[in-house]
């Protein structure tokens, strides 16, 4: 059986139950020695991080020894307030269990809260050093977007002019063009008049000529034979032959008609006979044979057949002579419009061709053009976005500049106080278990002529100006306790330090 002496529990206990005290051995347990003390704080703090080598260590059993310092000093002040006060307070190794482990979790706690805000301002001040390397980099690419925006202003400028000359000459030569295509095209329309009424007249031959044609192709050597077995053929026969011979350009007697129907290719030379090249001399002579009501095919036909196909030929070569006369010169100018107009057809041909060339070459400029003014445009919505981050990034650096100066001093006041934590967590975690049942007078003893004076002398650091309430509370939780009624006493700052952060439940009196 364990029990604590302290309280009545224990008497009452005794009287109860006397064979606790007959029939039991009792062993007292007296304060835990400095050694022990010692030995339990080396042990807790062995895992806790002080430093590299020997600092570390050297610190490590100053905190020992401090620890078991803080201990006795309680015990020692408490002997004093109870003979000064009549007030008693139990010091127990729960308390100095409290002690160390409340520094470790303290030491934890602040390191990592410390540590965060100096993080803090750290990046700040990083990005505030990045800002102003992003103004000077947007303030080159400004200058940068400034000169080619101007350069591709001249550009779009001196593209414009070009633009519009190309432009009005396309325009020119396009009018130029539509007035020569509506002119060919009259041009055009009076050869195909000319060409339809050359047709007419000669389609009125063309029958005749066909006719004669298929009758001279159906004679054959036996009816060219007929004709010239006749000794004296009779008189039709004998003028119709005259009139060959006229075509022929020969004697129009019968001897020569004999000697020519004799000759082997007689019938293909009148078939290939050169109709377009009859003389005036030659057409009259024979207009007068064909003029007799008896140069007749069907007259002659009674005589002779292949007499009848001789003046089926000579009649056609007639009207086609008188029907040519007409058509010739109707032909040539034809021929002559016709050479005219596709010569005029052809530069026609060669102005449009030059035509879709240069309305090429201003779609081209257009596209260019316009290309050139959407990356203008674009490089000047990219201005206007710059001048805006920059003005804005500007506003921030200036905004921020006497905010960089405080925001140094707190990161080296931050890292100082990382510097202090050991010493300052120690004789926070001590406050806070062993102070509460004292008054202010045995809290300064403690304090400032016990704790304090035996941490500067193992050269713990800590801060030559700890406070107790400014280290482990906020000013905005002091001030909201003073709002609620708290007095503004350090002593009850303290005691309200002691209710919010001691690890144990506090006992309050009124």
Not at 133 to 144: G, N, R, T
């Amino acid at each position: 059986l364990c029990m604590s002496p302290v309280g009545e529990a224990f008497r009452n206990r005794m009287r109860m139950y006397p064979g606790l005290v007959n029939c039991t051995t009792i062993d007292y347990f007296s304060a835990w020695p400095q050694d022990a003390l010692m030995a339990v704080a080396h042990k807790y703090l062995e895992d806790v991080s002080f430093g590299e080598g020997a600092q570390g260590d050297t610190i490590r059993s100053a905190l020992s020894k401090t620890f078991t310092v803080v201990q006795q000093s309680v015990v020692t002040i408490s002997a004093r307030m109870l003979q000064e006060l009549k007030r008693y307070n139990y010091v127990t190794p729960t308390n100095y269990l409290e002690l160390v482990t409340g520094y470790k979790d303290l030491l934890a706690e602040k390191r990592r809260e410390l540590g965060d805000a100096a993080d803090k301002l750290a990046n700040g001040l990083g990005k505030l050093d990045e800002t102003r390397a992003k103004v000077q980099v947007m303030s080159v690419e400004l200058e940068d977007t400034k000169k080619k925006l101007q350069q591709f202003q001249q550009e779009c400028d001196e593209y414009l002019v070009i633009i519009v000359q190309q432009k009005r000459e396309a325009d020119e030569q396009q009018k130029a063009v539509s007035a020569r295509s509506e002119k060919i095209g009259v041009e055009a329309a009076a050869c195909a008049e000319m060409e339809i009424a050359a047709r007419a007249d000669l389609d009125e031959a063309l029958p005749a000529l066909e006719a004669a044609m298929e009758a001279l192709k159906s004679l054959n050597k036996n009816d060219i034979t007929e004709i010239k077995s006749y000794t004296k053929p009779p008189p039709l026969v004998e003028m119709v032959t005259e009139a060959v011979m006229i075509l022929r350009k020969a004697k129009p007697d019968w001897a020569e008609a004999k000697r020519q129907l004799g000759e082997v290719n007689f019938i293909r030379q009148l078939i290939e006979f050169d109709k377009d090249n009859m003389s005036d001399k030659v057409l009259k002579k024979v207009a007068q044979y064909c003029a007799r009501p008896e140069f007749q095919p069907d007259v002659v036909g009674r005589v002779s057949g292949a007499a009848r196909s001789l003046c089926l030929w000579v009649r056609a070569m007639d009207v086609y002579g008188r029907v040519y006369k007409v058509v010739e010169p109707k032909r040539l100018a034809l021929e002559e419009a016709q050479k005219t107009l596709a010569s005029k057809q052809a530069s026609l041909a060669s102005a449009k061709e030059k035509l879709r060339e240069v309305t090429e070459r201003v779609e081209r400029l257009q596209a260019d053009y316009e290309g050139k003014l959407k990356t203008k445009e674009d490089l000047r919505q990219k201005a206007e976005l710059t001048m805006l981050r920059l003005d804005r990034a500007a506003k921030l650096v200036s905004g921020l500049a006497g905010e960089r100066t405080r925001w140094e001093a707190s990161i080296k006041g931050l890292r100082a106080s990382l510097e202090y934590l050991p010493g300052d967590c120690l004789l926070a975690a001590a406050f806070l278990s062993y102070m509460g049942p004292f008054t202010a007078e045995y809290r300064e003893q403690l304090l400032r002529k016990t704790w304090l004076p035996q941490v500067r002398a193992e050269q713990i650091p800590c801060d030559p100006n700890f406070s107790m309430s400014t280290f482990l509370a906020k000013p905005t939780d002091v001030r909201f306790w003073n709002i609620q009624g708290l007095p503004s006493d350090s002593f009850s700052t303290e005691n309200g330090v002691i209710v919010t952060r001691g690890r144990r439940w506090p006992l309050m009196i009124d």
